[in-house]
């Protein structure tokens, strides 16, 4: 009976946790990490900075 219990909690929490990622990202409060992999713009020519949201994956530039 005690598996039962676990297995349900377990669920739970897992929901809760992928609500959360999901909403926050939705409402534009993400979670920015800096991307070293490239740090020139061939096209524009510039030194530029890429970030990364840690929860949803989502990229945004910034030229320095």
């Known amino acids: ?3 039962v219990v676990s297995l349900v909690k377990h669920k739970k929490a897992l929901l809760q946790k992928k609500g959360k990622q999901s909403t926050l990202c939705g409402n534009g409060f993400h979670s920015w990490e ?3 992999e490239n ?3 061939v096209k524009q020519g510039k030194l530029v900075t890429q970030y990364r949201c840690k ?3 989502k990229t945004r ?4």
């Not at 530039?61 to 320095?64: N, V």
């Open 1 to 3: 009976m005690s598996d």
């Open 34 to 36: 800096v991307v070293k």
């Open 39 to 41: 740090s020139f713009d």
């Open 55 to 57: 929860r949803c994956g």
């Open 61 to 64: 530039t910034q030229a320095t």
